[in-house]
């Protein structure tokens, strides 16, 4: 089956090597001007032989106004990514108050094994002060031990953790049950390894007979078309044959345009409510879930955080040599025909909440997104 990719995790780090032959500049160029969705804005009269990289091309050929996301990875990355495989730590991080402030850590990771945990700060790495360009010198010494001081906020004082980097396989969902009919689902990726995860998920739930059900995507960047289906599948019951989304190639491949439908599975669930966890990192995929439900559950979903980040356009990767393409290919309507958020969903009125509460782990009821959720839940506002 042929497999479409939404949005690639902005964690990867590009590095394509030596400068490539030319030999892919027509390819890439064919692509522009036949299957990019926006293949109307394209100049025929390109000298794209000037280029001395594939993504100095595509970033002068693709349509500025909206594309932010065309881009060129490696068969490697790509199937590190497809496979829910990386190299390195496993933590993310943001410089909060110029503090390299610990969000989360990819579940099962080196850094999550090693009982790193969100909220920490990181103060030094094998005795020396913290900096970006430690971390990724870090980063590539592989098998090797690397200290971290850091300070716990929750215990008030400082611990060391020894840390390797290294490969590592890690996954995306981690399910778990709140007042006895409320589930939680933190959801990281749409990887199109997640379906069994997803599917061990929702089985746990319907086990726990839950009726409710808060789907923490906060972080979550997009993936693959199918695994979004898969999840939709699970969220309603009865539904076989309704329109999920559809997905509009340009006016040359009309013909590859495609509508996913419903199917209810044995462990598809009848909830009561749905609420969405998000932030501005929230993309593609995530987004694509949201908006495939308003058309039948508007008065039963809630979007609690804040608005996300706007991207109702996919990407179908096309392989030549040692690269992956992917230009935007198609948009993504729901059954309703409606697409244009690129500046985001809104969060349901009075839900808005900022994702900085690091003293609480994802899934804890008093972290503050979660901590609303649940507050929508029991009172149907925020």
């Not at 695994?227 to 699970?234: Q, R």
């Amino acid at each position: 089956m042929r497999y479409l990719l939404l949005i690639i995790i902005t964690i990867f780090y590009i590095g394509c090597g030596a400068t490539p032959s030319n030999e892919y500049k027509p390819y890439l160029f064919q692509l522009f001007t036949t299957q990019y969705f926006w293949a109307d804005k394209v100049s025929r009269h390109i000298a794209y032989y000037k280029y001395n990289s594939p993504q100095e091309m595509i970033d002068d050929l693709k349509y500025k106004p909206k594309d932010k996301w065309s881009m060129v990875i490696t068969k490697e990355q790509n199937s590190n990514f497809l496979n829910q495989k990386s190299v390195g730590f496993g933590f993310a991080f943001k410089k909060i108050d110029n503090k390299f402030t610990i969000i989360y850590t990819r579940i099962d990771s080196p850094a999550n094994i090693a009982g790193i945990k969100r909220g920490d700060v990181l103060l030094k790495i094998n005795s020396k002060k913290i900096t970006i360009k430690s971390l990724i010198r870090a980063t590539k010494e592989r098998d090797k031990n690397s200290n971290f001081l850091i300070y716990r906020p929750s215990l008030d004082k400082n611990i060391t953790i020894s840390l390797m980097a290294k490969d590592y396989s890690f996954k995306v969902t981690k399910a778990s049950i709140i007042d006895n009919n409320i589930g939680y689902l933190r959801l990281d990726s749409f990887t199109e390894e997640a379906t069994e995860e997803i599917d061990s998920a929702f089985n746990f739930f319907q086990s726990k007979n839950i009726k409710n059900l808060v789907i923490d995507l906060r972080y979550n960047g997009g993936g693959s078309l199918i695994t979004a289906s898969i999840l939709l599948d699970k969220l309603m019951r009865d539904m076989d044959n309704e329109v999920q989304f559809k997905i509009e190639w340009n006016s040359q491949n009309q013909n590859r345009n495609l509508t996913y439908r419903f199917e209810t599975d044995k462990n598809s669930l009848d909830l009561d409510k749905i609420v969405f966890l998000t932030t501005r990192e929230t993309a593609s995929a995530s987004e694509l879930v949201i908006n495939a439900l308003k058309p039948y559950l508007e008065d039963n979903i809630a979007i609690v955080g804040d608005r996300t980040y706007g991207k109702p356009v996919g990407m179908e990767g096309k392989s030549y040599g040692r690269y992956i393409f992917y230009l935007i290919n198609f948009v993504v309507k729901n059954s309703d025909g409606f697409y244009d958020y690129f500046d985001g969903l809104d969060v349901t009125k009075g839900c808005y909440a900022k994702d900085n509460d690091f003293l609480h782990q994802l899934g804890d009821t008093r972290e503050k997104l979660l901590n609303k959720a649940l507050l929508y839940i029991d009172r149907g506002s925020c």
